[in-house]
């Protein structure tokens, strides 16, 4: 199996320790799945990796690192809205997805310590994740990452260096580690074997319903799930499993939206924003590394993005709880951002939203 730079088109290894492209473009892997057919899921597998079939893998090892991740279930929460339970995995986030695919890969290729940065969840996953493998792991969160969080990630064994700053200005500390000491880079945005795992939301999703819903509300920071749902979603449609694609309501923070304002401006790249503090600290991302992939994604697919409301995120998370979930607070920026949707194209039925972070790591 092979990376493919997504500027030079240059193939490298999987197995390379290099985060990137020599000229600076990311990775990219060059693998197709086979056409979707129910017979090809594993069903003796009590987790997402049931779906490897589907997944570009390297053998076995995901045995290895799985800890049950995936199978959430979808539960309806009004006459319109399906939630899919996502932080109900190891680590409380759906980032166990990306880690437990991205995890196996490294101890495939024999990766003994990893750095990475995170707002928060996918530190945590990646930590957990490491600690089943035996892995060093070294993580760099931005000021004002819920203590909570950090308190889980060291209770993993990693190392968690809190950075002053912006979360994009954390990125760049980690990343000159990465450059200065060779540590191998186990980021969620970089390697694309964490959108392996992140396709699984979708392939779960179309064997519990039988269908996939009229309309899809995704969080957008990194777009990690976006880019691994978008993806699953071609594969389902190139099989001829779902005759079109679904209606995708992306959604940014308003007080950090680079993808909201490009799309706005009919922008190739995203815009420059200054990222503000949100409520929603999982998406505030004011540079996400594979913008313009997710722009060509977004012109193709003519998905609609939306902004949460600042004011109204707390609105929705006690909406929310008061129905007995309990979310974190990007979580519930998900709703209010479905909320503001619905007020500007008339009501949305069959729409499902992710909750994707428990509310007891976020408090704070």
């Not at 390697?191 to 995704?218: A, D, W």
Request: charged letters at 25%; hydrophobic letters at 40%; a negative charge.
């Amino acid at each position: 199996m092979e990376y493919v730079c997504t500027k030079c088109g240059a193939r490298v290894d999987v197995a390379t320790m290099q985060p990137a492209c020599s000229c600076g473009g990311l990775f990219e892997l060059d693998f197709e799945p086979p056409v979707w057919k129910d017979s090809r899921i594993h069903r003796e597998t009590w987790s997402q990796f049931r779906y490897r079939d589907f997944m570009a893998l390297d053998g076995n090892t995901w045995e290895r690192v799985s800890m049950g991740e995936g199978l959430t279930p979808i539960i309806p929460f009004d006459e319109n809205v399906l939630f899919k339970m996502d932080y109900m995995m190891p680590t409380l986030s759906f980032k166990d997805r990306g880690a437990a695919t991205l995890v196996a890969h490294m101890v495939a290729i024999g990766v003994k310590k990893c750095v990475q940065d995170s707002s928060g969840n996918a530190g945590n996953s990646v930590a957990a994740y490491c600690a089943k493998a035996g892995i060093e792991c070294e993580i760099f969160v931005p000021e004002g990452t819920s203590p909570k969080k950090i308190d889980m990630i060291r209770a993993h064994g990693a190392k968690c260096h809190v950075v002053e700053g912006s979360r994009d200005h954390c990125a760049d500390v980690c990343r000159s580690k990465v450059r200065e000491e060779g540590a191998y880079y186990a980021n969620h945005v970089y390697n694309p074997f964490f959108y392996e795992g992140m396709k699984c939301y979708i392939y779960e999703t179309f064997e519990q319903l039988h269908r996939i819903p009229s309309n899809i509300v995704i969080p957008l920071g990194n777009g990690t799930l976006f880019i691994g749902a978008v993806k699953a979603l071609e594969h389902l449609e190139k099989s001829g499993v779902i005759c079109h694609f679904p209606n995708i309501i992306a959604y940014q923070s308003e007080l950090c939206d680079p993808i909201y304002q490009a799309v706005k401006e009919g922008l190739e790249v995203p815009a420059k924003v200054k990222a503000q503090p949100t409520l929603a600290e999982g998406i505030a991302i004011g540079e996400p590394m594979r913008g313009a992939e997710i722009l060509d994604m977004i012109r193709r697919h003519n998905i609609k993005v939306v902004t949460s409301p600042e004011d109204r995120i707390m609105e929705a998370r006690l909406a929310i709880a008061r129905r007995g979930i309990y979310c974190e607070h990007t979580t519930a920026a998900n709703y209010a951002a479905y909320l503001k949707y619905c007020e500007l194209y008339g009501p949305t039925p069959d729409t499902l939203i992710t909750m994707c972070g428990a509310g007891l790591k976020s408090d704070h």
